[in-house]
């Protein structure tokens, strides 16, 4: 069955520090892949999407993914965090033509002012 | 504007007791899904409509039911809730043409206590 892993469960940084969060899956055909994140009280809002094309995807807020296909891997990344980036995280994957979504775990990410 | 809309936010239900959970959507996208999200864990996809083709997954218990009467509205239908039903529900939508799919567009979720 499909699956998605995300390594770090809570992360903890100060402001201006780099941000890595990785997510690998499992399924081996065309993928849809995406990051949510999730705000205290918020619903899920999409970071960004991959669907094909360019393997580095830039999206809102500064952030950014590279899809690397030989590693199954989808890491987000940002180079300087703010305070206001506290929120939760989520990795998830779409086979290509289908609609079922699956998510990772999510990663709460904490930023110290 | 809210485009996917849950309600209630909050919903209090008593053990054994159906409990339905409600969903509507101004997108008029044909896909709509129902998760269950328990404290610290992924969202779990409960089913999905394709328009009226309902997709159930295969590790979905059977109190669990949905209806999906329109393209706007889905429905969540907890025939006897449990104590471990006890949890945020999300709905979204996306909209499938041909091969293409969009990205999942979330409501607010609904949190159900069973008391």
């Known amino acids: 069955a499909q699956s998605v892993s995300q390594h770090n469960h809570h992360v903890i940084l100060s402001e201006a520090a780099s941000l890595e969060l990785g997510c690998n899956y499992s399924?081996?055909?065309?993928?849809?892949l995406f990051w949510y994140v999730q705000y205290p009280g918020q619903h899920l809002q999409l970071l960004l999407k991959?669907?094909?094309?360019?393997?580095l995807v830039k999206g809102i807020k500064g952030f950014e993914a590279e899809f690397i296909k030989s590693k199954f891997s989808f890491n987000l990344r940002k180079p300087s965090v703010q305070w206001s980036d506290t929120a939760e995280y989520f990795c998830?994957?779409?086979?290509?033509?289908?609609?079922?979504?699956?998510f990772g775990k999510g990663t709460k990410l904490t930023v110290n002012p | 504007d809210a485009m996917v809309i849950q309600n209630p936010r909050y919903q209090v239900t008593q053990f054994g007791k159906p409990v339905t959970l409600s969903c509507s959507q101004t997108?008029?996208?044909?896909?709509m899904y129902w998760y269950q999200q328990k404290s610290s864990q992924a969202p779990k996809l409960l089913f999905h409509?394709?328009?009226?083709?309902?997709?159930n997954e295969a590790d979905t218990p059977d109190n669990f039911q949905s209806r999906r009467p329109n393209t706007s509205f889905c429905f969540l239908d907890i025939r006897s809730p449990g104590l471990g039903d006890a949890a945020m529900y999300l709905c979204?939508?996306?909209?499938?043409?041909?091969?293409?799919?969009?990205?999942?567009?979330f409501g607010q979720g609904t949190r159900l206590t069973v008391v």
């Open positions: 979204a939508t996306s909209n499938r043409r041909g091969g293409l799919n969009t990205e999942a567009f």
């Open positions: 399924y081996g055909g065309t993928v849809n």
């Open positions: 991959y669907f094909s094309g360019d393997p």
């Open positions: 998830a994957v779409r086979q290509g033509g289908s609609e079922k979504l699956v």
């Open positions: 997108l008029n996208h044909n896909v």
């Open positions: 409509y394709y328009d009226k083709d309902f997709n």
